[in-house]
């Protein structure tokens, strides 16, 4: 039986690992044999023609994920294996380009262009790979089990409540109360999502202007001051108190939620990097074999 | 012919319900083609209405057409519908035949013999006739409730046509079967409502029932009130009109005076034995739910006299009409064959030769001791039902033409019908040659000849199968489908026991191997009682002092020790639950809840004890199985959190699942390429909803099958759409009629009614179509019809190397797993 629920960077006693020792070692014995020559070592050896021709077939085997993952009957392994073998092949490709290259990096031509594209995908690719061992524990854990739904409509029942509790109190604050949940402000762009920028405003009646309430923090300091002022008005104080605790259940949710949209941005965010680089490089790449055949 | 004077007829027919309409109406189009100048028949109704039973199903009601493989042959018009519908196309037909129909009639006696009979009326009308076809069914005859003043009253009722009549008032719905079920809910919507179950729970409802009815009792708010265990021991009528009587019950807690405004009492109906029995039939047997022995041609054995439909044990409308027409052409004597003839021939696709159907069927009965006590017509349906495995000479004479559902299956010898460690959901019986059946790996095959049956350990237990069977040389062998078994099982009670027998024996044989011989073992298998425990319910207490074990036929039993009920096994079907206690000390080191319903045998310590004395290798096996058990135990004790764990599984229903999809949070990307899959591998519609359903921890279980060992959703399906593959996978047909029962019957709600559409196409193809003026006017003509189906995860039966969400998954945070993989989950 094949062990359930395994990380794609044990699958099967990490098969693909072994594959990445042996690409590396085979490519360091394949580099070294240029010592001693009369050439210096290059991309322009045999060795480098060698290693040159096998990271390109690397990169364009890598890309190939991007088709496997979308051929849902295909009978070519698992996506997961594939995943297994993307990162661990993807991570010897820059040590054989390197290689290959024998660290001539510095010029500015299309040549090294192509390896620092190449750097990109293999650097947004990292970061990737770490989203995805790291991220979804954390996420679980900050939705504690339930899911995303869950906390959602959790934070319209407060939202309701409060809207019924603040009709109840007087005018100002319960335009306050109003235009703090009207001013909340949920995700925004890809970059405010993995910033988490929180961009919610409110009315304040006493300043006449729109304030933030960033994690709800100006809500809560407003009628952290009113309560002690009701002291005699029983009602009031008791609508007061119940719009503060429930406030302060909202921020959490709201942390919760706002964690949550983080957490999946970070899921996604590198692969903004990693796909259009992608496409660079393997532009680049062309350019740089149809350049290197026939200009050199 | 013989003429027609005002109080003679050829032929008198009693009953107007879906039988005796069929038949008058067929002896009034011989009429018609005989051109006789009177009706040469009468129908007789004691009531003053026709199908006065139908007439009492409730309001709206949709009457079905089964059996759906037969056609209908009838003068009279019947077709699914709704009981408004269905009396309709009788009432028009009845006067389109303008049928002979004397109403008010009630029959109490026949004398004479063929050719004349005398026909006693209530109300003394002489009436004379050459014969007479009995379609009066058993729905005259209601069990009462057998108390003092039970009879039929505004009170006491038997029938409730429409139940939103009643409101506010106090009503008792005496019975557990389906039609109270369905009384007692419809009455709870406006009365306050008691149900009187005589035994602790509805064990005979349809799930669908079963769920709506639990779920009204236990509803604080509902208005039903559930007596368990509890039986009627008088009833009081009320003093006057508008007054409340009452009933009395003997409940477990003692009396019981229930002050009510109506009694509705569903006890089902018997044949009316005493009648019958006065018109000089013979009954079949002393039971009570006997009914008279027939010929083909539905006659008893007072010649002249037939019974059709219910009274001939045929309660389904389409059948009964059938009968209805074939029975006149009987009496007139002309020769037609029956309806089903076709089939028939069919099913034995010529491997009998030249031979009749009947004589066929009459020489396979007989070497069948299984099913002896089943009514030749029953048996009749149920070769229709099924379909036969031949080899040899037999698969020789096979006509190869035929071929499809239905025909013979040509098997060569020695070829498998059955293999371990597969899902069976058939039932198999030896007609002709041999079976040599393995009951285990390992074990000797063993050669069984006509009359051996087998297959009924997977459809009882809901495991895989553990034994093999090939076909022997020149062999006959009949496959059974489960949904047919069950039906008969249910019905006959030799069958039931005598399959009940085997599937004990079996699981002994494979508890107790290296094997006792079977005749050592059939004197505890007599003794064995069955116990039923509810999900939750205890089979026995920790620190008890243990007296007997218990063999799992079907369900999970959890061990749980200590006060925080900490889970250190589950034990299957097949699997022993308590030995420990009768091995070693007696007292009980864990105590053993059941998780789901499951059902157990009972075996207590002198049996146990003289089988290990008697078969001391026995007892070396059953130690050492005990050893295994013991270190799986401690290793699972071990960890803190499983309890909780395995209790959240098990809610969700791990423990009965063969393939369930757990999703490992701590892995899950959200990419939602398992939904993906499964919308690409399924004609673009999901069948797994990966963010909805529970979680606990780590694990989260999406909305999609488990693929139950004895899967809920198979019960109660009308076209029989719902199948199992041999590795377990349970999926729906395309013959699905889309009627529900499956979704509401699923506990896990993973069952959908979806409009089928037409599956994507690819790209490039979607370009050329929509290019192409020919093929896009084609396309939306296909689509504009829509059909409602039902569909759920099929474990991508139809795509190999397994199920496309698990393959689809990046970063294998989706796995399938059964049951018996539920501690590896644990111990991770």
């Known amino acids: ?296 | 012919m013989q003429s027609t004077t005002a109080n003679h007829y050829e032929l008198v027919i009693i009953g107007t319900g879906p039988a005796g309409l069929s038949a008058a109406g067929r002896a009034a189009q011989l009429d018609l083609e005989n051109g006789a100048s009177s009706p040469t028949y009468i129908l007789l109704e004691s009531a003053s209405d026709i199908s006065s039973n139908v007439r009492s199903y409730q309001k709206g009601k949709h009457v079905m057409n089964e059996p759906g493989y037969l056609d209908l042959r009838s003068p009279m018009r019947f077709s699914s519908g709704s009981r408004e519908e269905v009396l309709g196309n009788w009432e028009d037909d009845t006067a389109r035949y303008a049928l002979n129909i004397r109403y008010d009639s009630e029959v109490t006696g026949i004398s004479g013999s063929k050719g004349a009979f005398d026909i006693q009326l209530r109300d003394k009308t002489p009436l004379g006739c050459s014969a007479v076809v009995l379609a009066s069914g058993t729905s005259g005859n209601v069990r009462l409730i057998g108390v003092e003043n039970d009879r039929p009253s505004d009170f006491v009722r038997y029938t409730l046509p429409d139940p939103y009549i009643f409101s506010d008032q106090v009503a008792v719905v005496i019975g557990a079967g389906d039609s109270a079920i369905e009384d007692a809910l419809a009455l709870s919507k406006q009365n306050y409502v008691h149900i009187i179950n005589r035994r602790s729970e509805f064990s005979r409802a349809k799930a669908g029932n079963l769920k709506d009815v639990l779920n009204a009792i236990n509803d604080s708010d509902s208005r039903l009130e559930c007596h368990y265990d509890s039986s009627v021991m008088s009833l009081q009528l009320p003093a006057a009109q508008g007054d409340q009587g009452c009933l009395v019950l003997t409940t477990p807690q003692g009396e019981r005076t229930i002050p009510c405004d109506l009694i509705i009492a569903r006890l089902g109906s018997l044949p009316p034995r005493a009648f019958l029995e006065k018109c000089g039939l013979t009954m079949s047997s002393q039971a009570a739910g006997a009914l008279p022995d027939l010929d083909r041609q539905y006659q008893s054995d007072v010649q002249g006299i037939y019974l059709i439909g219910a009274l001939s044990g045929y309660p389904l409308i389409k059948q009964a009409m059938n009968q209805g027409q074939d029975v006149v052409d009987f009496v007139a004597g002309n020769t037609i064959v029956p309806a089903d003839h076709t089939l028939i021939v069919k099913r034995l696709g010529g491997a009998f030769g030249d031979k009749g159907v009947d004589d066929v069927l009459d020489y396979m009965y007989e070497k069948i001791p299984l099913l002896q006590s089943v009514s030749p017509i029953a048996f009749r349906e149920l070769i229709i039902e099924s379909r036969l495995f031949v080899s040899g000479e037999w698969a020789d004479r096979v006509d190869k033409t035929l071929s499809g559902i239905g025909a013979p299956v040509i098997k060569p010898e020695n070829s498998f019908l059955m293999e371990a460690g597969l899902f069976v959901n058939k039932f198999y019986i030896v007609v002709e040659g041999s079976v040599s059946i393995q009951p285990y790996a390992s074990a000797a095959w063993e050669s069984s000849g006509p009359g051996a049956f087998f297959g009924e350990s997977c459809l009882f237990s809901g495991r895989s199968q553990a034994s093999s069977a090939v076909i022997g040389a020149n062999s006959v062998i009949i496959e059974i489908p489960r949904r047919i078994l069950i039906k008969l099982a249910n019905s006959n009670k030799a069958v039931r026991e005598g399959v009940d027998q085997s599937f004990v024996l079996g699981m002994l044989q494979a508890i107790f191997k290296p094997k006792i011989p079977s005749k050592n073992l059939l004197g505890l298998c007599a003794r064995l009682k069955t116990q039923t425990f509810e999900a939750g319910e205890q089979l026995y207490e920790e620190n008890t002092i243990g007296d007997c074990l218990y063999l799992v036929r079907s369900g999970t039993i959890n061990l749980v020790r200590g006060e925080n009920r900490k889970i250190i096994a589950d034990q299957y079907a097949g699997e022993l639950v308590g030995q420990l206690s009768l091995m070693g000390h007696p007292r009980r080191h864990n105590s053993a809840v059941a998780t789901t319903r499951a059902e157990a045998l009972v075996i207590d310590a002198v049996d146990f004890e003289e089988l290990l004395h008697n078969n001391p290798t026995v007892r070396k096996k059953l130690e050492d199985d005990l050893s295994v058990l013991l270190q799986e135990n401690n290793s699972l004790a071990t960890h803190d959190s499983s309890a909780k764990l395995m209790g959240f599984l098990m809610k969700q229903g791990l423990g009965e699942a063969t393939n369930a999809l757990v999703i490992d949070s701590s892995l899950c990307v959200g990419c939602d390429n398992c939904e993906k899959a499964c919308e690409d591998t399924h004609g673009g519609v999901s069948r797994l909803q990966r963010a909805l359903g529970d979680s606990l921890g780590r694990f989260h279980v999406p909305t999609a099958c488990r693929h139950c060992e004895t899967p809920h959703c198979m019960k109660d399906c009308p076209p029989d759409a719902i199948h199992r593959t041999p590795s377990g996978s349970v999926y729906i047909a395309d013959t699905c009629i889309g009627c529900g029962n499956c979704e509401s019957n699923c506990p896990y709600n993973v069952i959908e009614l979806v409009a089928t559409s037409e599956p994507k196409a690819p790209l490039w193809s979607r370009l050329f179509n929509a290019l192409s003026p020919s093929n896009s006017s084609g396309r939306a003509e296909t689509g504009s019809v829509v059909v409602k189906h039902a569909m759920k995860c099929d474990a991508c039966m139809s795509v190999s190397g397994g199920p496309a969400c698990v393959r689809a998954c990046p970063t294998g945070a989706a796995a399938r797993l059964g049951s018996e993989q539920l501690l590896s989950l644990l111990e991770k």
């Open chain 1, 1 to 296: 039986m094949t062990q359930l629920h395994q990380s794609i960077l044990s699958w099967r006693n990490y098969r693909y690992l072994a594959w990445f020792i042996v690409s590396v070692v085979a490519s360091l014995l394949v580099f070294v044999s240029q010592f001693g020559k009369p050439l210096p070592p290059s991309g322009s050896t045999w060795q480098g023609y060698v290693l040159g021709t096998f990271s390109t077939l690397l990169i364009i085997w890598l890309t190939f994920l991007g088709l496997r993952k979308r051929r849902y009957r295909s009978q070519m392994g698992t996506v997961q294996g594939w995943v297994s073998a993307h990162v661990y092949l993807g991570l010897s490709v820059p040590i054989v380009a390197f290689m290959h290259s024998a660290g001539q990096i510095e010029a500015l031509n299309i040549h090294t262009l192509t390896f620092w594209f190449m750097m990109v995908v293999i650097v947004s690719g990292f970061i990737g790979l770490y989203a995805y061992l790291h991220v979804p524990e954390r996420m679980n854990e900050n939705i504690g089990g339930k899911n995303i739904a869950h906390w959602i409509r959790e934070l319209s029942s407060i939202d309701r409540q409060l809207a019924e509790t603040a009709s109840a109190i007087n005018a100002d604050c319960c335009s306050e109360i109003l235009s703090a949940l009207d001013g909340t402000s949920l995700g925004g762009s890809k970059l405010v999502q993995l910033l988490g920028v929180d961009k919610s405003t409110l009315f304040s009646v006493e300043q006449g202007k729109v304030i933030s309430n960033a994690d709800q923090a100006a809500i809560i300091r407003i009628l952290s001051e009113r309560i002690p002022l009701a002291r005699d008005d029983e009602k009031l104080s008791i609508l007061l108190n119940t719009s503060f605790s429930l406030f302060g259940s909202r921020q959490q949710m709201l942390r919760i939620i706002r964690k949550d949209m983080r957490y999946k941005s970070l899921l996604s965010i590198w692969l903004h990097l990693h796909i259009p680089f992608t496409v660079s490089l393997l532009i680049g790449l062309m350019i740089h074999v149809f350049v290197i055949f026939f200009y050199w």
